[in-house]
């Protein structure tokens, strides 16, 4: 488990490129959820419909920050974690 992690770590924490596309990506997937979620209040009437599509949105939400968070530890925290390592 722990070389696992310390190869997860190596990979994201070496190209910060990738991880910056990480977190654009995810933010975009974040704002496109709630927006969803906010056509699904605002315009659909009320009905199973409404509630499946806010469902859709929340995912997505969540997927996205999901994402945008992964991006951002690869950036930061693998980081350090990396320079501190190659230190050693």
Request: charged fraction near 15%; aromatic fraction near 10%; hydrophobic fraction near 55%.
């Amino acid at each position: 488990m722990r070389r696992t992690i310390h190869k997860l770590a190596m990979k994201l924490g070496n190209n910060p490129k990738l991880a910056l596309i990480k977190i654009i990506q995810g933010g975009l997937l974040f704002v496109f959820g709630v927006l969803i979620l906010m056509v699904a209040e605002q315009v659909v009437q009320e009905s199973l419909a409404q509630e499946i599509m806010a469902l859709f949105g929340l995912i997505l939400a969540g997927c996205g920050a999901l994402w945008t968070f992964i991006g951002y530890l690869s950036m930061s925290v693998f980081r350090i974690y990396n320079m501190l390592k190659k230190k050693d």
